[in-house]
């Protein structure tokens, strides 16, 4: 008896100290806790978050890892292109061989045509990583000389202009906790159910449903959230939002609803926008009845909606990215944010300024940056965006780009998939002297390079974890199992070409003292948790609020000691800032401007159809596309309305073919009355797989999307117009 019980003890303990806590960093809204249990060096199962409250619980996606490690198709080699780009034919080779191949290949290209024909595209693979990221390889080519940087954020670019323009910083959110004090929570262009947006958004939403706070969603689909929390869904037609905002203003001003105290101590150039509103700027009133026939939602829907938000304070306008990724986007955001001015809920409690919502807290620096791996500074100087990358690389100097570039250097991320218009970025590729990419699987990007780097994955390495822009907690990302194969970090292989490259200074820090210096570095978590060793031991460390952190309130507080961080130290409903761009189609009160492959556009009559591409729930953009546990939950399919599927006689998980001016994909239909009639969605980041036709079999939106964007910069992932119909070639 006795020995049997110090048996299961030992087992037991074994088994306990086998479990490592770590996180996952990859670029979705959560960044959770996985507790990862390892037997004789292999992983056996995943678990989450069992500790305090509030808990970050990891979804189906971490709970599957195991899947993503072990997968039989992960890179094990550094391999070298064989056959023609793209077709997929590598051979393996060593890692002194492809070291030496990509070393050489940057010094021969920048000595032939200069480090401006060096273009990096890092991206966010592991971005909640402090030290193994993007930034090992912009440290490496800074101190090489220089390189072409991109500029752009794929999220948010229409929302964090708004808001550094509106408020003059991106930092304008509320703790989730904060939204049970709402009395009304309007979802607009948000799914936190399935598009993760901060752990504990749904959590929040439930207890505050529970109280019996009123919540809506504005969306052109009946997503899961609304399903699960709302008490109404506004459907809306993509890239209009803007219209319906105006006219919820026009409708609070005329009934005299907004905060004129509020108005007038915190803001500047409300008259400006009241004029725009009302119609003696342009002669066109922006009623209800104006924003009906551009966003199809009824007159009376948008006044009981303008109504209910300014009779309800305090009320959360909550606006997901999504309305900003769109042809004008930004525009969206900034009436949003002036919708919240004037009814007075920026600064409260249970308020919101429809911003883009950071909360300054987890690890950031004294400058409000995150910390990372120091980058050094870029001699080369212009920058290209992420949306025109592919004419940049066509066109070079000769079209007016920056540079002509030559060689390509891909980390965390996968640009031929995620950015717009594949088939472009396809001949783009194939016009460049020599590509890189460090990856974990055979993605798009890597089909097509020259030379492929195995990356290891999180799990086989140390580093600290920030959680995603409104979470208040600090992971220290524990190594749970040696890299496997012959795998390497972004950061290993830099500090290997570096020595190649004939850089001395690249690393004077081993792995932990880089971490421990980023610790330091972390203004936020000096206060919290001073003690580095401590907080590694631990694993996770929860920042302990008494009541929700609301930012702006020492702004509405002690306005005259508190300036808002615009220059007019205002809530800026005018820029003046704008005003000096001198552009229509930036101008200093945001303004509907009608998108092109919008419902008005002349391409309607070949391509009736506004195409959407949220973030879907068993992946993390094309993270996660090839793990068969994930598969099972959800399969990819294109949303389609059942009268738009009914006229075309689409049945509901029958094969269509989805196409425009600039590319095909095969994928299933998912007919619904979830979606509104002339809008489909296809979820993004499935793996582009183009077949002997240039038709993709993967159903990866990108290859229908134009390459534009916004004024700001803001990707237009929403702002797409397609036609549909049975697959021509399959029963
Ligand atoms: N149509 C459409 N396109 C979109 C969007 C959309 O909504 N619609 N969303 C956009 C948004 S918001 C974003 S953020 C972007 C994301 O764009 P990307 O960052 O390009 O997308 P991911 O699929 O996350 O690609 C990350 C890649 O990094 C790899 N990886 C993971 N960890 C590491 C590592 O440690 N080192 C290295 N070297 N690689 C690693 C992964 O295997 C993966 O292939 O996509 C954008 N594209
Ligand atoms: N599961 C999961 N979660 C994620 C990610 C992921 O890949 N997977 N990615 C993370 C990242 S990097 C980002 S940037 C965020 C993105 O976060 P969001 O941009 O908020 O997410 P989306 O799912 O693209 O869109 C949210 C909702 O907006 C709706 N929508 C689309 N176009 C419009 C429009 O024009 N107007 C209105 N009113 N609604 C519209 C969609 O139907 C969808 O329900 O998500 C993060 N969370
Ligand atoms: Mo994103």
């Known amino acids: 008896m006795t020995e049997s019980h110090s048996s299961t003890d030992r087992r037991t303990s074994k088994l306990r100290n086998q479990i490592v806590t770590t996180s996952c960093p990859h670029d979705c809204g959560g960044r959770c806790i996985l507790r990862v249990h390892v037997q004789d060096g292999k992983i056996v199962r995943i678990e989450s978050d069992n500790g305090e409250e509030p808990q970050i619980r990891a979804c189906l996606r971490g709970r599957a890892y195991r899947q993503r490690v072990y997968a039989p198709d992960r890179l094990a080699f550094p391999l070298k292109r064989q056959g023609e780009r793209g077709d997929g034919q590598f051979r393996r080779i060593s890692w002194r061989e492809a070291l030496d191949t990509v070393a050489d290949e940057l010094k021969r290209i920048k000595d032939q045509y200069g480090s401006s024909a060096i273009l990096y595209i890092g991206y966010a693979g592991s971005i909640g990583c402090l030290l193994h990221n993007k930034r090992a390889v912009s440290r490496l080519l800074n101190m090489f000389g220089g390189f072409t940087e991109t500029w752009g954020s794929a999220s948010s670019e229409g929302s964090h202009f708004s808001s550094k323009i509106t408020y003059g910083t991106s930092y304008t959110g509320n ?13 607009w262009g948000l799914n936190p159910a399935v598009t993760i947006q901060t752990l504990n958004t749904n959590l929040n939403l439930a207890i505050a449903k529970e109280k019996g706070v009123k919540i809506i969603s504005v969306d052109p689909r009946f997503t899961d959230s609304a399903a699960t929390f709302a008490q109404e869904w506004i459907p809306i037609r993509p890239g209009t939002d803007t219209a319906m905002l105006l006219a919820m203003a026009y409708v609070i001003i005329n009934e005299h609803l907004h905060d004129q105290r509020f108005l ?14 009302r119609g003696s700027e342009d002669g066109v009133a922006k009623t209800p009845e104006w924003a009906e026939t551009i966003t199809g939602v009824s007159a009376v829907n948008i006044k009981e909606l303008a109504k209910e938000y300014a009779n309800s304070k305090p009320a959360a306008l909550m606006m997901g990215f999504a309305p900003g990724r769109t042809a004008y986007g930004e525009q969206a955001h900034r009436a949003a944010a002036i919708l919240a001015a004037m009814t007075g809920n920026v600064g409260i409690m249970g308020g919101n300024a429809a911003g883009h919502g950071w909360v300054p807290v987890g690890f950031i620096q004294k400058d409000g940056q995150f910390p990372g791996l120091p980058e050094g500074s870029n001699p080369v100087k212009e920058k290209i965006h992420i949306s025109k990358l592919w004419d940049a690389i066509l066109g070079g100097r000769a079209k007016g780009y920056p540079a002509d570039i030559k060689l390509l250097y891909v980390t965390n991320g996968n640009p031929l998939n995620q950015f717009p218009n594949i088939n472009k970025g396809v001949k783009a590729f194939n016009k460049l002297e020599f590509i890189v990419t460090h990856e974990q699987f055979m993605t798009a990007t890597a089909r097509y390079s020259d030379i492929v780097l195995p990356i290891n994955t999180h799990l086989e390495r140390n580093d600290l974890v920030r959680p995603w822009g409104f979470g208040a907690y600090y992971i220290y990302q524990k190594k749970a199992i040696n890299s496997l194969h012959e795998s390497k970090s972004d950061f290993d292989i830099c500090c290997e070409l570096a020595t190649r490259l004939g850089i001395e200074r690249y690393s004077d820090k081993s792995e932990d003292e880089w971490l421990r210096e980023l610790f330091r570095v972390s203004e936020n978590i000096s206060r919290d948790v001073s003690d ?11 920042i302990r609020v008494d009541k929700p952190i609301v930012t702006f309130e020492k702004q509405i507080e002690d306005p005259e000691k508190n300036p808002f961080p615009t220059p007019s130290g205002k809530i800026e409903i005018y820029s003046q800032q704008l005003a000096d761009l001198n552009n229509p189609r930036l101008p200093p009160i945001p303004k509907y401007i009608e998108p092109w492959e919008g419902p008005k556009d002349k391409l309607v009559e070949k391509y009736p159809l506004q195409l959407i591409t949220t973030h879907f729930r068993t992946r993390t953009h094309s993270i996660f596309d090839n793990i068969p546990w994930l598969k099972q939950v959800e399969p990819h399919a294109i949303w389609i309305n059942t009268a738009d599927a009914r006229r075309r006689n689409i049945k509901n998980g029958g094969k269509v073919l989805v196409f425009n001016d600039k590319g095909s994909l095969v994928i299933r239909a998912k007919v619904t009355e979830r979606i509104m009639p002339g809008v489909v969605c296809i979820p993004e980041g499935a793996w582009f797989n183009p077949d002997k036709k240039g038709v993709d079999r993967g159903g990866s939106p990108n290859v229908l999307f134009r390459d534009k964007h916004s004024p700001c910069g803001a990707f237009c992932s929403n702002t797409c117009l397609v036609q549909i119909e049975n697959c021509p070639w399959e029963e």
């Open 175 to 187: 703790t989730r906790d904060d939204l049970v004090n709402s009395r009304l929570i309007i979802l």
């Open 264 to 277: 007038d101590t915190y803001t500047t150039g409300f008259n400006r926008f009241r004029d725009y509103v």
């Open 532 to 542: 580095y060793d401590a907080f590694k031991e631990k694993g996770v460390h929860k």
